[in-house]
């Protein structure tokens, strides 16, 4: 059991890594959602069954299973919030960072 | 201290969670605009969350892992305030 928690882990850490790289390498407001959506889905979803796998008892196991949905609930609508008030504050949809707007 | 494959690897995985914040946090203080910084700010609270449930598993306590719930509540309170408080333009009136 804790060899596949372990592997869990792994496949974790390697979306947050992607994650991580993309937040450098786009220059745009509306690509970089992508950083958030990867970490703030895949990445906690897979690192947090990792966990489960890591210790099987009942009480940790219901309070992971809760922070889960908890963290399906919520990330999206912060992103969504955000990103709305990009838009809504007239930020141009095709603005590049590096230059002036 | 033994250097054991349990060690190791929780090492390798808290130390690269802490190299993604220290790295967002450089994002933050060399970016533009005040969502870019919002976004980053979400992916830091994330990152701590993963790091108490990760601790809260290697000790075995529960208490962190209520924390951790807790800590993910306040950071979406503090997502959706701060992004209400950018649309009505930094005045606080909704």
Same mark, same amino acid.
């Given at each position: 059991?804790?060899?596949?928690?372990?592997?869990?882990?792994?496949?974790?850490?390697?979306?947050?890594? &992607?994650?991580?790289?993309?937040? &450098? $390498?786009?220059?745009?407001? @509306?690509?970089?959602?992508?950083?958030?959506?990867?970490?703030?889905?895949?990445?906690? &979803?897979?690192?947090?069954?990792?966990?489960?796998?890591?210790?099987?008892?009942? *009480?940790?196991?219901?309070?992971?299973?809760?922070?889960?949905?908890?963290?399906?609930?919520?990330?999206?609508?912060?992103?969504?919030?955000?990103?709305?008030?990009? @838009?809504?504050?007239?930020?141009?949809?095709?603005?590049?960072?590096?230059?002036?707007? | 201290?033994?250097?054991? *494959?349990?060690?190791?690897? @929780?090492?390798?995985?808290?130390?690269?969670?802490?190299? *993604?914040?220290?790295?967002?946090?450089?994002?933050?203080?060399?970016?533009?605009? $005040?969502?870019?910084?919002?976004?980053?700010?979400?992916?830091?609270?994330?990152?701590?969350?993963?790091?108490? *449930?990760?601790?809260?598993?290697?000790?075995?306590?529960?208490?962190?892992?209520?924390?951790?719930?807790? @800590?993910?509540?306040?950071?979406?309170?503090?997502?959706?305030?701060?992004?209400?408080?950018?649309?009505?333009?930094?005045?606080?009136?909704?």
């Amino acid at each position: 059991m804790i060899i596949i928690g372990w592997i869990f882990l792994s496949i974790a850490m390697i979306f947050i890594l &992607f994650g991580v790289i993309s937040i &450098f $390498v786009f220059k745009n407001l @509306y690509m970089r959602i992508i950083a958030s959506t990867i970490i703030d889905t895949v990445g906690s &979803f897979l690192f947090l069954i990792g966990l489960m796998l890591l210790l099987w008892d009942g *009480a940790f196991i219901f309070r992971i299973i809760l922070l889960i949905g908890f963290i399906f609930l919520t990330s999206p609508i912060s992103t969504h919030v955000n990103i709305r008030s990009a @838009y809504l504050s007239k930020l141009p949809l095709d603005h590049d960072q590096r230059k002036s707007v | 201290m033994i250097w054991t *494959a349990e060690i190791i690897f @929780y090492g390798t995985v808290m130390g690269l969670l802490m190299l *993604a914040m220290i790295a967002f946090f450089l994002k933050i203080l060399w970016t533009r605009y $005040v969502w870019n910084r919002l976004l980053l700010l979400n992916l830091i609270s994330t990152k701590i969350l993963l790091l108490l *449930a990760l601790y809260a598993i290697i000790t075995a306590s529960e208490l962190l892992l209520d924390i951790a719930l807790t @800590y993910g509540i306040i950071s979406f309170l503090t997502m959706t305030l701060f992004s209400k408080f950018v649309i009505a333009g930094g005045k606080g009136k909704e």
